[in-house]
């Protein structure tokens, strides 16, 4: 599929690193580096702005290195990016470490991944149709 983007950032556009990647890694835009101390969050720019066609959505989600490493997640995970916003995307990040962690411009600090998606229509009844799980959850199908 194609996609309009605009890349005002210093560094190149996102592109998957595989042929069978699903994210592309997005980079922090950033004037200087910036420490995040145990449990901080901060809004991170990209200097990336998109525009999707309808029905489909971004979803702006952690990489898996550093949250492994060095416990820095992306704090809304999944973030969404709707096919109708057409603002820089930015990535909250949150430290969840007890080490101060500092990012630099240019850094890998998310990945996007791009999807299809469906919008629901209520239909608004008086019950259910039953299933073997029923109200089953948080749990309840074992460890």
């Known amino acids: 599929m194609k996609v309009n983007i605009i890349n005002k950032s210093k560094h190149q556009t996102p592109n998957y690193e595989t ?7 997005l980079r922090a835009n950033i004037d200087e580096a910036i420490t995040l101390k145990p449990l901080e969050r901060a809004i991170f720019k990209t200097g990336l702005f998109i525009a999707l066609p309808v029905g489909f959505e971004a979803q702006v989600r952690p990489r898996s290195g550093l949250a492994a490493k060095f416990g820095i997640s992306v704090l809304n995970s999944p973030g969404t990016v709707d096919a109708d916003y057409r603002g820089e995307i930015g990535v909250i990040l949150v430290n969840l470490s007890n080490d101060d962690f500092t990012i630099n411009d240019g850094d890998r600090i998310a990945q996007m991944i791009i999807s299809k998606h469906e919008q629901a229509e209520w239909i608004e009844v008086e019950e259910l149709t039953d299933t073997s799980r029923g109200a089953g959850g948080f749990g309840s199908t074992g460890i």
């Open 19 to 25: 042929s069978a990647s699903a994210g592309m890694d």
